[in-house]
């Protein structure tokens, strides 16, 4: 393939990057704890911890957990905020030998139980917050051992005896940490191609499915992310690049943009991370992060939208910025031109998927430019767009975005035939994304092969909202859409046929709310007599969507 997109890359950065460097990712932290020993590298409510603090609670952790019997490989699941808990949880795991499994905290049970499952987590680390979801399906997972943090754990300050749920094994978080102390840690060998993280994302059957993330994948891209963002560091109208970069983490870390872009890069290149555990409390958030001069600010679309348009915000003073990662979902050209605006920062829209690690392609983080695009392909990937039958389409053409590169996952966790669907012989992923791309190389979102739906940056899969709309008692049939909602970018709609002819509004809500984690929750019920189908009996969301459009429109 003619990499057309090299000729318009920002000057400095390299065609391709060196993920060979490394053997695992834990060569990769080591090395930033042992060279960034006496920086701090995390805050949260005003507590700060170094990288060499990190350094040794992480191998208590890791010795903790190689003293439970777990194997190289065995799953580890983490649900938790962004906590001072997390970074060390993270590098624990991976340093025992073990795989990561980042949980959504605000999991319902019903969502929590199927991830666990699937993934065969034999451990998690959880915020004592959440253990009354665990404690409804523990019973029915494979997990034996149970850390159990709270807010309090690592600021210093005593937190109060709580009565303990009754989880199997439970320990406190800084009990945990004291039995580590205690124990040795062992050396595991690991290479590139060893499974690092399994990072959920939504499936075709209504269940989500477990990209498979080795070693490789992640070190690939935090170098790939490194070496984009060198322009902007050294950008002369902003003087010389600062000694430490401070980062705003508003970002969950449990989602594999904030996992990439925050905490792993942020250790690759000791930098400061401002951990924010709730960005909707805009108070808190200006109140974390204004005693900072700020250097990069990763967020989506949403956020920056939030905080450009409030006057505290934009009362601070940000000199200092020198990147924003606009990802997750589109960035919308106002949303651009105020953050500009009241940054003198540009959001350099880039665009990932959890199965790329996520970022495959990104603006030049040295232009002032809103273009509408998702940037030019990283350094070490191919983007190619494809027709139906796999090939090729003309530049300008519409076709599927297919991404090839280092970061690329090994696969779905235990699902062959998802694998063998989502990618070509030639080993390109298929992102589901309908795209162009222009003679420069840079690359446009135009629709969705998929019914996805992207609420805030998070996927959503109708199959798993119908799934579990229909279980609700006086639902005959349903279907799940998105619509445009301002605040989110969309939002999700669903169209109920009764059984029962009673049934309201209310009561679809609730038993939504009972099932579905916050971004799933439908936020529209419509009642209708029949849902548009195929000859066959296949809903047709397409028309359904069509529709909404025109009702939209007129």
């Given amino acids: 393939m003619d990499r057309i997109w090299l000729k318009n890359y920002p000057k400095g950065v390299p065609a391709e990057i060196d993920w060979k460097q490394y053997s695992s990712l834990v060569q990769l932290l080591e090395e930033a704890f042992a060279k960034y020993r006496d920086r701090n590298a995390y805050v949260c409510f005003g507590k700060t911890i170094t990288f060499g603090e990190i350094d040794e609670l992480s191998k208590r952790f890791a010795s903790w957990l190689q003293s439970k019997e777990l194997a190289k490989g065995d799953r580890v699941a983490i ?19 073990l795989t990561v499994v980042n949980v959504n905290p605000l999991y319902t049970a019903r969502e929590l ?7 065969g987590a034999k451990a998690i680390v959880i915020l004592e917050n959440f253990a009354p979801t665990l404690q409804q399906v523990v019973a029915k997972s494979q997990v034996q051992q149970v850390v159990l943090c709270a807010f309090g754990d690592m600021l210093g300050a005593g937190t109060a005896a709580a009565p303990e749920p009754p989880l199997p094994n439970a320990i406190r978080f800084n009990a945990m940490l004291a039995e580590g102390a205690r124990l040795q840690l062992r050396t595991v060998v690991l290479s590139q191609e060893d499974a690092a993280f399994l990072q959920y994302t939504g499936g075709t059957t209504g269940l989500s499915k477990g990209a498979t993330l ?16 060198q322009p ?34 942020g250790m690759r290149v000791g930098a400061f991370n401002i951990l924010i555990p709730n960005p909707r409390d805009v108070p808190a958030l200006i109140k974390e992060i204004r005693p900072y001069k700020v250097h990069a600010f990763p967020a989506v679309n949403t956020l920056y939208n939030l905080l450009a348009n409030n006057e505290e915000f934009r009362a601070l003073d940000w ?8 990802g997750g979902m589109a960035v919308l050209r106002a949303v651009a031109e105020q953050w500009l605006k009241v940054t003198g920062c540009p959001i350099c829209e880039g665009y990932g998927l959890s199965e790329t690690s996520p ?58 035939d998802e694998t063998a669907n989502a990618m070509t012989p030639d080993g390109f992923f298929k992102s589901g994304d309908i795209g162009v791309m222009d003679e420069r190389g840079y690359v446009k979102i135009v629709d969705r092969k998929k019914d996805m739906i992207l609420v805030s940056g998070f996927n959503v899969y109708p199959n798993e909202v119908e799934d579990v709309i229909t279980g609700c008692p006086g639902v005959l049939e349903c279907a799940a859409i998105g619509v445009p909602d301002k605040n989110s970018g969309e939002t999700v709609k669903v169209f109920v046929v009764k059984r029962d002819p009673a049934l309201s509004e209310q009561d679809v809500m609730a038993y939504a709310a009972l099932h579905l984690t916050g971004y799933k929750k439908p936020k529209h019920v419509e009642f209708r007599a029949e849902l548009p189908k195929t000859n066959v009996g296949k809903i047709l969301r397409r028309e359904l969507r069509e529709m909404e459009l025109k009702k939209a429109s007129s």
């Fill in 79 to 97: 649900m938790l905020p962004n906590l001072l808990q997390y970074p060390v949880a993270l590098a624990g795991v991976l340093r025992a030998g």
């Fill in 359 to 416: 970022s495959a392609t990104c603006n030049p983080t040295d232009t002032d430019e809103y273009n509408g695009t998702i940037g030019l392909p990283l350094p070490s990937t191919e983007i190619a767009i494809l027709d139906d039958d796999g090939n090729l389409v003309a530049l300008g053409q519409r076709g599927e975005i297919a991404i090839r590169g280092p970061q690329v996952m090994a696969g779905y966790w235990q699902h062959p």
């Fill in 232 to 265: 902007a560091l050294s950008n002369p109208k902003k003087g010389p690049p600062p000694e430490q970069l401070n980062f705003v983490c508003a970002l969950p870390l449990y989602h594999i943009f904030a996992m990439t872009v925050c905490c792993l890069l």
């Fill in 319 to 326: 000199s200092g910025l020198r990147v924003s990662n606009g």
């Fill in 113 to 119: 139980e199927h991830q666990l499952k699937d993934s």
């Fill in 214 to 229: 080795v070693h490789r994948n992640l070190i690939a891209n935090v170098l790939q992310s490194e070496a984009w963002m």
